[in-house]
């Protein structure tokens, strides 16, 4: 009954503190790069591991113009992160783009949009480091 108690003491608290931990790097890092755009009211963000995907769905509403940021924190490298519709059509990529976190673009139709997000294996490094990544999205008035 004692182990139960600390499994589900730590399924609990490790998940919130780990969201806890992202908090600052958004409010510091991710937030002033909105730059121009209102926040959104709500943000994810997760602490990730090198190889690891994460996948959210977000709804953006017709006729707004936004921007969606994919930070990371530079531990992880560059992190790859790609927009999809709820088909699984690709609308963007940042492989290859010159601006690495941020995708803007005007919604034509209320929708939601899958955005998906791979952090790059480290093969090499003897530490695996964690980070934060946080997706922030923001639409102009």
């Given at each position: ?11 609990v608290f ?15 890092k991710v ?31 017709g006729g ?78």
């Open positions: 009954m004692k182990a139960y108690k600390i499994l589900l003491f730590l399924l490790i998940p919130s503190f780990a969201s806890a931990q992202c908090r600052p790097f958004t409010k510091n937030l002033p790069k909105l730059n121009g755009y209102v926040q959104n009211d709500s943000y994810n963000s997760a602490q990730m591991a090198p190889g690891e995907e994460a996948e959210i769905m977000v709804t953006f509403f707004r113009d936004y921007r969606l940021l994919v930070v990371a924190h530079p531990i992880l490298g560059d992190v790859e992160f790609t927009v999809s519709d709820i088909n699984g059509k690709q609308i963007y990529t940042n492989k290859g783009a010159q601006d690495k976190e941020a995708f803007e673009f005007k919604m034509k139709n209320t929708q939601q949009l899958v955005v998906k997000v791979k952090v790059p294996e480290q093969k090499d490094a003897v530490v695996q480091h964690i980070g934060c990544i946080s997706i922030v999205s923001g639409f102009k008035q």
